[in-house]
């Protein structure tokens, strides 16, 4: 089974790339220092510093390992398709109006990896990225959530 595709934006991938590069750097080389240091407190058997250190270790070689993999498996959001302005697609970023509240929110669509709903950048995995991708402005579409159906109108594609 081939492992699954990470879409991101041209930052996002950046990012990673960034993160994968400070943890391959900067992040190694302090946890081994901490080792280094709590080996030399003597009996690591009951030795806490040692135990954290060693911990932290295993979490950063695990963030390389999956970064790397994210990052192998990118797949670049195409830019100059947002030009194409009328259709919902990676990268947009919609105004949708709720129509039983009629609140107005601003979402952009973007890959699981950068998906961050504090900032309005939602999944295209989400309940409301998947209703809305590939449709039109003035397009009503129902959203299948926990907590019920709900309806929004594109109002605008940007």
Do not use: C, W
Request: aromatic fraction near 4%; glycine fraction near 6%.
């Amino acid at each position: 089974m081939g492992a699954k595709e990470t879409i991101l934006t041209a930052e996002g991938l950046r990012k990673l790339e960034d993160e994968l590069e400070n943890l391959r750097s900067v992040k190694r080389q302090e946890v081994a220092e901490r080792i280094k240091v709590a080996i030399s407190y003597g009996d690591i058997s009951e030795n806490s510093e040692y135990d954290d250190a060693k911990n932290e270790q295993a979490f950063i070689e695990g963030r390389i390992i999956e970064l790397e993999q994210m990052i192998s498996t990118a797949t670049l959001i195409d830019e100059t398709a947002k030009k194409k302005k009328g259709t919902v697609i990676l990268g947009s970023t919609v105004i949708v109006k709720d129509m039983e509240f009629g609140d107005e929110e601003t979402y952009t669509v973007v890959g699981t990896t950068e998906a961050d709903p504090s900032q309005n950048r939602i999944s295209n995995e989400s309940p409301v990225g998947a209703a809305i991708l590939g449709q039109k402005v003035n397009t009503v579409v129902q959203v299948h959530t926990p907590v019920g159906e709900l309806s929004y109108k594109i109002v605008k594609i940007k």
